[in-house]
């Protein structure tokens, strides 16, 4: 398998360091906020990763996926609701993931937050173990990193480190620093702010650490095999674990770096809460669109490319999705026997060029491609009468096996079994409502959709068809 390694600007053949098994650590949310689907946009382009890596690659995985439950943003934002922090930051980690199984993101083996007891003592160790080295220094009560005992510093960003001003600018207006470049590990508390004393004082981690201790707690000793992240994270936040982690034990903390590019909305701007053009996964499904669409959107440009949304992709996404729904229809009423030599060879080229695209540092355009190139093929050759019941189940087989990584099909039938009645019902409802409409009996195809109307379903009459959604 090939991936694209921030650390080295290149694409690298890829596997797990010892054994079989990949250890993989994902920056998750910080919690203060339910995330939006620009942070979705990264945790599905890793989904994929995820599923590549164990259904097309044939490796084992030890994911951990954290939530900063403690920062300047959360201990603000709980404040303001009257809410003590974990019960404030527990909301969001369960919107989390709820938008997650909503999607259809694999459940990954570790969940830790930062203000887990064994992971504070873990960050206190490794701020223990900088200190010892000589890369931290006190002031007014914080322990800080100092950047120029490490010589490297800036190679994952491709920096100047002398160039640096700041390495986190929330900190440099409330802490005092030696050099705005270094970055706080422990920071003093203010009164009524929580606070932890596990043998390097009283106080509360800084961003940085959490990440690198956490990740090497449940993963083991470094380097671990992949860290992965959306973009905005190279620095300072993974720039600075890199640092914490070889200041801590003289090592490269991982071997490659995986970066999700910013999901822009319309105009070309990066969806942020700071910018107020936020969507989070339910503002979409109360606009009437499912949440397969969103997850096809999410995934359909290449990782390393930024993604502009716009409503109308989700309509087209949906359509798509249709597409390959229809044609699994179709396969699965075929009765007649037989067995055709040039689809088993056509079934044989389709699954290795799919692969093939998602081992090359996960080329989804290229493997989607492949997919729906796949279902022209079929829906014509069923048209022609070549397809027979055992040409039928292989041709299923295969595009289960596609959806293993693409999580496509699975979910819209998830969503299906979800309505408010049978999807077969709904269908019927929709062929008789076209039918009425072609004799001109105008009367009953308006009762038929304001029925649907009031049972939440909507529906859109397009050139292709008519589509429904929920509303």
């Not at 201790?213 to 993963?219: D, E, Q, V």
Request: charged letters at 30%.
């Amino acid at each position: 398998m090939l991936l694209y390694n921030t650390l080295t600007r290149r694409e690298e053949e890829f596997s797990p360091s010892n054994d079989n098994t990949v250890r993989m650590y994902v920056c998750g949310l910080t919690v203060y906020a339910r995330g939006h689907i620009g942070n979705f946009r990264t945790f599905v382009c890793i989904d994929i990763l995820r599923r590549t890596l164990k259904y097309l690659a044939g490796f084992q995985l030890n994911q951990v996926v954290n939530f900063t439950d403690v920062d300047d943003k959360t201990i603000q934002a709980s404040r303001e609701a009257g809410v003590p922090l974990r019960d404030y930051t527990n909301r969001f980690i369960e919107a989390f993931r709820e938008d997650s199984a909503v999607l259809g993101i694999q459940v990954v083996e570790e969940y830790p937050r930062a203000t887990d007891v064994e992971n504070l003592r873990a960050m206190n160790e490794q701020i223990e173990f900088l200190e010892e080295r000589g890369h931290t220094y006190r002031s007014e009560g914080s322990i800080y990193f100092k950047i120029d005992t490490m010589s490297d510093y800036g190679k994952l960003s491709r920096l100047d480190q002398q160039g640096l001003k700041t390495a986190d600018s929330i900190d440099n207006f409330q802490y005092e620093k030696k050099d705005a470049r270094d970055f706080v590990l422990w920071k003093s508390t203010k009164k009524d702010e929580p606070t932890w004393d596990f043998g390097v004082g009283p106080g509360r981690p800084g961003w940085h650490i959490e990440c690198s201790a956490m990740a090497l707690r449940l993963l083991g000793e470094p380097p671990i095999d992949l860290h992965a992240g959306g973009v905005d994270l190279v620095f300072p936040h993974h720039e600075n674990e890199i640092a914490q982690v070889k200041g801590a034990t003289g090592k490269l903390f991982s071997r490659f770096w995986f970066h999700v590019e910013h999901l822009l909305i319309n105009i070309g701007d990066k969806m942020s809460k700071s910018l107020g053009n936020v969507f989070s996964v339910r503002d979409v499904l109360d606009q009437g669109y499912r949440a397969s669409a969103l997850r096809y959107v999410l995934m359909s440009t290449h990782y390393r490319k930024q993604l502009n949304f716009n409503w109308e992709s989700l309509s087209q996404a949906d359509e798509a999705i249709t597409r390959l729904m229809d044609c699994l229809a179709r396969l699965e009423t075929i009765s007649n026997e037989g067995l055709n030599v040039s689809i088993k060879e056509r079934l044989e080229q389709t699954k290795k060029d799919f692969s093939e695209m998602l081992l090359n540092d996960l080329n989804m355009p290229g493997a989607l491609g492949i997919v729906f190139e796949f279902v022209r093929y079929v829906n014509g050759s069923i048209d022609m009468g070549e397809v027979g019941k055992n040409d039928a189940k292989e041709i299923l087989d295969l595009f289960a096996r596609f959806d293993k990584v693409l999580g496509i099909v699975e979910l819209r039938r998830s969503e299906d079994q979800t309505l408010p009645f049978p999807v077969e019902e709904l269908e019927k409802l929709i062929e008789e409502r076209q039918r009425a409409r072609s004799n001109r009996n105008f009367s009953r195809a308006d009762q038929i959709r304001k029925d649907l109307d009031a049972r939440g379903i909507l529906l859109e009459d397009r050139d292709s068809g008519t589509r429904w959604k929920r509303k």
